[in-house]
């Protein structure tokens, strides 16, 4: 029987996610999830809702939990990491003190200061339980959740032998608005996107051979579209591609969108909360609303109420499950190591593109090259990657300072000597929660 | 195509209970439903106090507007629809302000 682990399921909205899509596989009746996270109240709330769940979807699984990972890996057949590490008690000050520097993020968790320190924290976290899989279930294909999720996938490909896969769900999500622009059905288009994780690239977009570029275009002159996405139109139009993440999130990757306060009320000014650390400062109040949420639905459900929605989502982690455990071939988008699948990315970076899916793996399909302006545009990010996972590995603090003022954002906005002193606040500020190495001297 | 006022009523109901009436407290705004497959729009008009009114009409300017199916709205409340799922497939419309459409978002 089929053993899934959950590894940080205290985000108990996320993991009913992934359970609920995992029971919707159709022909996959049994099984063990193996819940674990450090914060045993939040662990009980998602085995509560996780038993839950499956009563409400009829099949026959079990649920074992414990705030111990190492007791529940052994045996397992797929581990879905999605840890969050001490975000709570850092999320303020990831906004707040680049803020004083007049570097604006937005959502600041993949990029930039907040990313870059969230990756600083968690990387360790995630690195031991890497470890952990590697000794003792080292065959489970490992698929990632966690922001920074480039930086921590490579941390994994560089440090274990792991079959380590880092999802999103961007480029679906983005498909789907891009057929809505154009008023196709998605079905019937076609299209080939590769590149980073929230800057990769709609290189193909097709129906019925045409190619639907021209439509977007089109569609781009029409205020009422180009105003839910102008950041991404505006890079469209000066790249010639579309890109995979929102406005709001993929302005703060590229230097042109947040580096003076009238471009800011320009292009967020359909998205006020993605400035000022608007978005940290409701994360708290929003993450309790969720746990209230989902505590309501446990309760009404055991009621005998329907509240869950056990709809299938498009999330591709239970298709990679249904792929490989059933072995019927899906093709995903996914994280993975480049090794050459992308000509002009970084060989040993970590890209994102289609995998098909199928009992012998996760198989990432060979790319090409991407147009040279948007592999210019995705190799800065590689480079940060690199040098942060250079951090990790080699303890070495200075390539973490690098790669902030490698970042686009900040370098638009800061000298050497302010990003510098960003640093060392944030280090500073943020002491308890960092590796020694990184700690001010 | 589903009977959608049935659905409709059931939302407005909601706000017969304290609960949501507190959720709402001050909320004054409007929600504008657009049915596609119907061709008929309807208004919840909610007020300071929390209470809300349903009428088949279409208004000027709405605060929120959500542009969807009978049978996707009907299946979310019914729970065979997952409303996120819908909402990035582009089965569910919303447009409005941000903070409005969080307050939606209990709604659904």
């Known amino acids: ?441 | 195509m589903a009977d959608i006022v049935p659905y409709l009523e059931r939302i407005r109901a909601r706000f017969e209970q304290p609960d949501t009436r507190a959720a709402f407290q001050g909320f004054a705004k409007t929600i504008q439903f657009i049915f596609t497959d119907l061709h008929r729009n309807f208004a919840l008009s909610i007020g300071k106090d929390g209470n809300a009114a349903l009428t088949e009409e279409t208004l000027p300017q709405s605060d929120i507007q959500v542009t969807t199916s009978s049978d996707t709205l009907a299946g979310i409340l019914d729970r065979k629809v997952n409303p996120e799922l819908a909402f990035v497939t582009r089965k569910l419309k919303a447009s409005g302000k941000m903070e409005d459409l969080l307050k939606l978002q209990k709604l659904l």
Not at chain 1, 77 to 94: F, K, Q, R, T, W
Not at chain 1, 368 to 389: K, W
């Open chain 1, 1 to 441: 029987m089929l053993k899934v682990a959950l590894i940080g399921a205290g985000s108990a909205v996320f993991a009913q996610r992934a359970i609920t899509d995992i029971l919707a596989i159709d022909g996959l009746d049994a099984g063990t999830f193996a819940l674990v996270d450090l914060d045993s109240e939040r662990l009980e709330l998602a085995h509560e809702v996780a038993e839950q769940t499956i009563r409400s979807a009829g099949k026959a699984w079990t649920v074992q939990a414990t705030t111990g990972r190492r007791s529940m890996l052994p045996g397992c057949d797929y581990v879905i990491n999605m840890i969050e590490v001490d975000g709570l008690a850092n999320v303020h000050s990831d906004y707040a003190i680049p803020l004083k520097y007049g570097v604006d993020q937005c959502i600041a968790d993949t990029i930039g200061p907040g990313g870059i320190f969230k990756y600083l924290r968690t990387a360790p976290s995630w690195l031991a339980i890497c470890r952990d899989i590697e000794e003792l279930c080292p065959r489970a294909p490992v698929i990632n959740y966690s922001n920074p999720m480039s930086a921590l996938v490579l941390t994994a490909l560089r440090a274990t032998s792991l079959q380590v896969v880092g999802l999103c769900q961007s480029i679906v999500q983005t498909a789907y608005e891009l057929a809505d622009y154009m008023n196709v059905p998605y079905e019937q288009m076609r299209y080939r996107c590769a590149g980073i994780n929230h800057l990769s690239w709609f290189v193909t977009l097709e129906m019925d051979g045409e190619d639907l570029y021209p439509r977007l275009r089109s569609a781009a002159d029409n205020p009422a579209i180009y105003e839910q996405n102008p950041v991404r139109f505006d890079l469209m139009r000066a790249f010639g591609y579309f890109t995979t993440e929102s406005s709001g999130h993929v302005s703060e990757y590229v230097p042109y969108f947040r580096k003076r306060r009238d471009l800011i009320d320009y292009y967020v000014r359909m998205q006020p909360d993605c400035r000022g650390g608007e978005r940290a400062s409701r994360w708290p109040a929003n993450r309790v609303e969720h746990d209230e949420r989902l505590r309501d639905y446990l309760e009404r459900e055991k009621r005998g109420e329907r509240a869950f929605y056990l709809e299938r989502g498009l999330d591709a982690g239970s298709y990679i499950i249904e792929g490989h455990a059933l072995n019927r071939p899906q093709v995903i988008y996914g994280n993975v190591g480049n090794s050459g699948l992308i000509d002009n990315l970084p060989r040993d970076g970590c890209v994102e593109l289609a995998c098909l899916v199928d009992g012998n793996g996760i198989h990432p399909l060979q790319f090409g090259r991407l147009p040279a302006q948007l592999a210019a545009l995705d190799n800065v990010h590689m480079m940060i990657h690199d040098l942060l996972v250079q951090t990790l590995l080699n303890e070495e603090r200075e390539a973490a300072v690098q790669a902030l003022m490698l970042d686009p954002l900040t370098a638009a906005v800061c000298s050497l000597t302010e990003i510098r002193q960003l640093f060392d606040e944030m280090a500073s500020t943020q002491q308890a929660y960092l590796p020694h190495f990184i700690n001010p001297t």
